[in-house]
């Protein structure tokens, strides 16, 4: 691959970083500013580049970055971060509490038009103590306030003079505290990245790392194979049955974590025919979750019950069972609600009306669709009639589900760490196009959000949060399907990767490929 | 002469709006907004970041007003910024440019080698093995799917073999080469997309000049030409090709917006950054700046190498000058 005439360089010592990582997607990146960074490439390469106060561990604890460690007052309403001491900007520059101060006042000013400024306007106001010291004052006790301090950390002394960051140079050459140091950005092709061997937890243990824009997943896997790129995330059928072959396994390694996301079907409750709780609960007792775990996801997945990351302690997995698999109780529901096939045509009616939903989801992802395909023929079995419609992402937004104009919406929700779900289960979110389009409103589920909000004790937390989980599944205004896993394949020259329950990425910085392997020797 | 292509300059004006303002309102039909593609569903991003970013745009106002205010940047050749980077329009055209003009050129250098001979010669041996199999290659290559016979080859000369590259235009290390083996490196990524683009490409072109060679051929001055016993070669060469390639120019004329526009397929499949990738990026992420960018470029060159190769045609034919004696 690559011809001898390079001119080769080695580092002194043993242990200085070598080799590079490459890695691809299908998309660049757009803006390299952590506060702006709206989409996945450009939020991967500011995670690398940048770094925040606090950042999350392999099992999903949020621990201090930049902050050494942090004391909460009695009343929860200030927060004093102690930074740590050792820490320079890419440039040299040391790192202040000036700089996290600034930050954050840009990202509240509301010239910036931030599009994150809604995670931090409870903050009332930030001083800095001292040079290491700075304290947050917010409006009211905000717990999830810490994992959103993970925000990434941007330079004052290069910004302050900057009318427009937008704009600036630096949105497209940053300057920040990660591991990684920025080297390059060829649009439409590859950004490179460099370790900072100065990092103040230790150097990278690969030199570099490198993103290539791949649009095409199929030419991304023969990428991976013929070796241009090291890793890429796989699909079900790629993990388990292209990837079957000795010359794939004697290059690479494939690895599986449960990705913190979940499918489900959000019911819209303002619905003549779901707004009967009877027969959102039948719909949701309809449907096998195993079967399309195992149909559509090829086994890459695990049943879902509620809106938290499944290995958090925040979510109950003793409401699975509750609301499982079983037509007869679905059968039952749905004729206690009034609902039976007078006619004889295999559809239940009520009132002349027959029960005939719209499935409605976004197009570019086959594996909603083939849900819908499942469900719709599992709804077939009780005497629903389902109709599925596919609709581009945009239109999908505009049309349905702002407009709330849809009965049932397949889609999938990301999750935080934190696990706050105000934004979508408050019953303030149901309005003015917020995320709770199903406008889902239970006082006990809003009070039990807001206390979850101001409670910093990670025990009463979790009491809370599954309390949350029970009720929202008691009242079924989503049929929660399942949590898939992320397959990542992993060329073989790099060690030390262990996935967790936080994904493999947490430990990049401690991943190495031995001497004899280096593929990359500049 | 000068007058008429003044004349048609001219016209072009009006054509251009014309266009562009199809263009616009087409666009603004399509269900959906950019905001809603950039921060739908999105439980970290706050409901204020959709309204700033339709404030900051104007894509409140009304359609009309909106293609106005483009229609004024637009006169003083400001085509505005991508709402994706908020990077100006033209500089990101500009970037994307070379690359397809890169593969495009290329491509269209091959296809006018390997086709026009083969076109002639298949007209001189009209009807014979060779012209047979000929017709019946180039139709495959006109038929097969362009996206599959890429794979294809992306899998025996990229993967299996090993030969080249398998995508890109430049290989990330470039940087650490040296000149010769930079050189190297692009031309090694070039050979699989200019191969199969020309491929595909070579169907229209060898059977257009097959056909018009076939034509000519046929002509009566041709036979003239015999009659007084010059040679085959001379026949062929001098009297009917110079003839034969008339309509091919037009041809010329009609490829060059493709040069510049590229193509999406060919630019995804090899993860070429080039004018077709930018081109329907920005149409998937309803970035009108760049679309009307792309599309009013796009449109003033289909328009331009028209008249371009109407131009062309009356230099080489009198029998259509323009101006001059014959009208």
């Known amino acids: 691959m690559l011809s001898p005439c390079i001119g080769a360089f080695t ?179 590859y950004i490179v990245l460099e370790a900072d061997t100065g990092h103040y937890i230790h150097s990278p243990r690969i030199k570099r790392y490198v993103y290539r824009v791949i649009p095409d997943q199929s030419v991304g896997y023969y990428e991976l194979l013929a070796g241009g790129i090291d890793s890429m995330d796989l699909n079900p059928y790629q993990y388990f049955i292209r990837s ?15 990705a913190p996301s979940y499918t489900y079907m959000g019911y819209n409750l303002l619905d003549p025919i779901l707004s009967d709780i009877r027969v959102r609960k039948a719909l949701g007792y309809a449907v096998d979750r195993k079967e399309i775990i195992d149909s559509v996801l090829l086994g890459l997945g695990e049943i879902c019950s509620g809106h938290f990351i499944r290995d958090s302690p925040y979510y109950d997995p003793g409401v699975d069972g509750l609301y499982g698999y079983d037509p007869a109780k679905a059968a039952l529901l749905l004729k206690e609600a009034g609902w039976s096939d007078t006619d004889g045509d295999g559809i239940l009616e009520k009132n002349g009306a027959k029960l005939v939903l719209k499935i409605v989801t976004n197009q570019g992802n086959q594996v909603r669709e083939d849900v819908a395909t499942v ?48 934004t979508v289960w408050h019953s303030a979110s149901a309005k003015n196009g917020g995320l709770n389009f199903v406008s889902y409103s239970n006082p006990e589920v809003d009070a039990l959000i807001e206390a979850g909000r101001a409670e910093f004790d990670k ?19 989503y049929t929660f399907l399942f949590f898939s896993y992320a397959t990542p394949a992993i060329n073989k020259r790099f060690h030390g990767i262990k996935p967790a329950p936080a994904g493999i990425a947490y430990n990049l910085i401690d991943w190495y490929v031995p001497e004899r392997e280096v593929k990359y020797n500049f | ?192 997309p200019v191969f199969t683009t020309a491929f595909t490409g070579l169907a229209a072109i060898s059977r257009y000049s097959r056909s018009s060679m076939i034509d000519t051929l046929n002509q009566t001055y041709i036979l003239t030409a015999r009659a007084k016993g010059l040679k085959e070669t001379r026949v062929i060469f001098v009297h009917a090709l110079g003839n034969a390639l008339l309509p091919i120019v037009t041809i010329m004329g009609l490829t060059l917006p493709g040069l510049i526009s590229g193509s999406f397929i060919f630019e995804t499949i090899f993860a070429w950054p080039g004018m077709g990738r930018l081109g329907y990026e920005a149409i998937m992420n309803y970035d009108y700046p760049v679309v009307m960018g792309v599309g009013v470029i796009s449109t003033f060159l289909t328009l331009f190498g028209i008249l371009l190769s109407d131009i062309a045609y009356a230099v080489i034919d009198p029998r259509i000058r323009v101006g001059g004696g014959g009208k």
């Open chain 2, 1 to 192: 002469m000068l007058k008429y292509i003044y004349k048609r300059l001219l016209l072009m004006l009006p054509m251009l709006l014309g266009i562009s303002l199809i263009l616009f309102v087409v666009m603004h039909l399509a269900p959906g907004d950019p905001s809603s593609v950039r921060f739908g569903l999105n439980p970290e991003i706050s409901g204020t970041a959709r309204e700033n970013f339709n404030k900051m745009y104007a894509l409140d106002r009304p359609v009309i007003y909106q293609y106005f205010l483009w229609m004024k940047r637009f006169l003083m050749l400001d085509f505005g910024k991508s709402f994706i980077d908020d990077s100006p329009v033209i500089s990101k055209i500009l970037w994307r440019l070379p690359a397809t003009l890169l593969l495009e050129i290329s491509s269209l250098f091959l296809i006018f080698v390997i086709a026009l001979p083969l076109g002639v010669y298949s007209a001189v041996k009209r009807g014979s093995m060779f012209d047979r199999i000929m017709t019946v290659m180039v139709f495959a290559g006109y038929a097969v799917p362009t996206f599959w016979l890429a794979l294809l080859l992306i899998y025996f000369f990229g993967f299996k073999l090993g030969w080249c590259p398998i995508s890109g235009l430049d290989t990330w290390y470039s940087e650490y080469l040296g000149g010769f083996d930079r050189f190297r490196e692009v031309l090694r990524h070039l050979a699989l």
């Open chain 1, 375 to 422: 469900v719709q023929r599992h709804w077939k079995k009780l005497g629903i009639k389902a109709d599925i419609q596919v609709v581009a992402w945009s239109a999908f937004i505009d049309q349905f589900i702002d407009k709330k104009n849809f009965q049932v919406a397949l889609l999938a929700w990301g999750l935080t760490v934190d696990p706050d779900c105000y």
């Open chain 1, 459 to 477: 025990e009463k937390r979790i009491g809370i949060y599954r309390d949350i989980h029970r009720r929202i599944a008691e009242d079924a205004p």
């Open chain 1, 244 to 258: 079957e072959t000795p010359e794939f396994r004697s290059k690479i390694d494939k690895y599986r974590y449960l």
């Open chain 1, 11 to 189: 580092s002194a010592g043993g242990e200085s970083p070598r080799d590079a990582y490459v890695t691809a997607s299908i998309s660049d990146a757009r803006i390299l500013i952590p506060f702006f960074a709206d989409d996945t490439a450009s939020a991967g390469i500011c995670r690398l580049v940048f770094s925040g106060l606090t950042k999350i561990d392999k099992d999903l604890n949020v621990v201090g970055d930049l902050a050494e460690r942090w004391d909460i007052s009695a009343d929860g309403l200030e927060i004093s971060f102690f930074l740590r001491k050792n820490v320079n900007w890419h440039d040299g520059v040391p790192f202040t509490a000036d700089d996290v101060k600034f930050t954050f006042d840009t990202i509240l000013d509301p010239s910036t038009a931030c599009p994150y400024v809604g995670e931090f306007t409870d903050i009332d106001d930030i001083t800095v103590i001292d040079r290491n010291r700075v304290k947050f004052r917010y409006k009211k006790p905000s717990a999830p306030a810490l994992n959103k301090l993970g925000m990434g950390i941007i330079p004052k002394h290069l910004f302050e003079s900057v009318a427009n960051i937008r704009d600036s140079a630096y949105a497209r050459d940053p300057v920040g505290t990660g591991p990684y140091k920025f080297e390059r950005w060829v649009t439409g092709e």
